[in-house]
């Protein structure tokens, strides 16, 4: 069923050990909707400006990207750029020019405001719950932030939770938010802020979902080579709301359809990593992700 | 079947965020072989001083564990004192005094020699390899390292690993035996040192099995509370080479065997963490090692 993403759209200059792009297509939304798009209908919710590229637009189109709420205003495209640490596990921001992204006010096209299916990029937290307000048939809600505004808007935070079904963060950032260091309880905080279900991603150590009935880890899967991994956790959210969104189900969904979300979350999550960008993308296949799922589930079975 | 213990047994003062012990039993020796018994006969070789408790005697031999090879000397018994970080995945040591075991020579009774399983604790290679020449009837063999001997003791650590079955290693020590950052390619660069079977554990995200068939990967259990995580990874090792044991297998092993031995691993070393020192082994039924054999099962189902 019909999925809408909200968030940046934007261009990258990323510098790896394997490598160094100037300037290549990203943003949170875009990743998501890409990855999305393997599992169920998405439209996107975003801004660029006049620079944005027509093989860019064409890319998200080839994959079937609901581009009507891609709004595109006098300026230039949001840019980030980083490097990446030798183990790829920490990156320094070289540079953030928001652009047109700093004035983003998400419209949401008439046709998405019945769309059953929501999730939140990592944007500010009074924009995500002003969207969340405007879908009112919404089966399954939630997204994705981040320390900025855990520290510093976390009132605005508190309140956008309360309206959430699920919540992607990292495991740093659930130690911040609920103010607990054992991961088990940093969870059952969280959960009672609203979020029911909780995926609390942690890299390339795998990722571990918390719902009514427990909890359940996938491990990471090992890549031969790691070309770059911007825009895994975002891959990974697609991946994961993509694959709820195509059984149907809502918050009360059986765990077995959890747990299997959270793997081909993790599924496109190491996709992502195999190439700069959004490339792996350009190439990959359904094929491919049910073999990969499959992969998860030989190196997981005792 | 029979299995042989090599290494430290020692008294150890903790400090953690849960707590302060002064003194303690401890060493790598004592842990191994207190998890190991759970699945399996088990002796052990190891030199203690004159102030070597009769209580904590009397705990290995409430355990079943082989004792004749406990050398008792002149002198005090080895101590180590540390103090764990907030998170508890970092330590610094505090009180390193080797005393009787800083000449610790390992001296194997007769009737050890002729079993089929053994397990070298953490100590010099050339000791390591000493004691595994003594043996010639193996099924399985393996130990532990650690970064002092790959970098100080390199070639001579390379030659002991030639004679071994399995490795158990951690993940920094891992990339520093191999010099490979990629997990994969160090374990089939390491693989090719000798050790078949190796065994990448990584603290609380879990651990990671790599053999002839492929790897296996399960995630770290999420504890209420962790009391001290000191002997948690030969607590692993001891349910590792404890189960392998247990069943009887040499270095073809079936993988369904070696990823049990590993569950088995993680499940020892998490109960080992509920408690300071060795003191959830003094109450650890193998019901509650079951138990938690199946909850392992649950977390990791899709």
């Not at 949170?28 to 990855?35: E, H, N, R, V």
């Not at 992607?168 to 938010?177: G, H, P, R």
């Not at 059952?188 to 719902?211: N, Q, S, W, Y």
């Amino acid at each position: 069923m019909s999925l809408v993403i909200v968030g940046s759209v934007a261009y990258d200059g990323v510098t790896t050990p394997a490598g160094k792009v100037d300037r290549m297509l990203g943003g949170a939304c875009t990743y998501i909707a890409l990855s999305a798009s393997y599992f169920t209908p998405a439209s996107i919710v975003g801004v660029v400006g006049e620079d944005f590229a027509q093989q860019d637009v064409d890319l998200l189109a080839s994959r079937g990207i609901g581009l009507e709420g891609l709004e595109r205003v006098p300026g230039k495209t949001f840019f980030w750029a980083g490097v990446y640490s030798a183990d790829m596990n920490d990156r320094e921001t070289l540079a953030t020019d928001l652009n047109v992204f700093a004035t983003f006010d998400p419209k949401l096209p008439a046709a998405y405001k019945e769309q059953p299916y929501l999730m939140l990029g990592n944007i500010q937290p009074a924009l995500q719950r002003s969207v969340r307000e405007q879908m009112p048939s919404l089966r399954l809600v939630g997204g994705d932030t981040m320390n900025f505004w855990i520290n510093d808007f976390r009132s605005e935070l508190l309140e956008t939770l309360k309206g959430w079904n699920f919540l992607l963060i990292n495991d740093s950032e659930a130690k911040l938010l609920s103010g607990e260091s054992n991961l088990k309880k940093a969870a059952a905080r969280i959960r009672e802020l609203g979020p029911k279900i909780l995926v609390i991603k942690r890299g390339e150590f795998g990722a571990t979902l918390f719902h009514d009935g427990g909890y359940f880890s996938v491990p990471g899967y090992l890549l031969d080579s790691l070309k770059d991994p911007t825009g895994a956790g975002d891959c990974f959210a697609g991946g994961f709301i993509g694959y709820l969104a195509s059984r149907g189900v809502d918050v009360n969904a059986p765990a077995g359809e959890l747990a299997r979300a959270v793997v081909y979350g993790s599924v496109m999550g190491s996709f992502c990593c195999e190439e700069f960008g959004v490339d792996r993308f350009r190439t990959l296949t359904r094929d491919d992700i049910e073999a990969r799922f499959q992969e998860f589930q030989k190196l997981t079975a005792f």
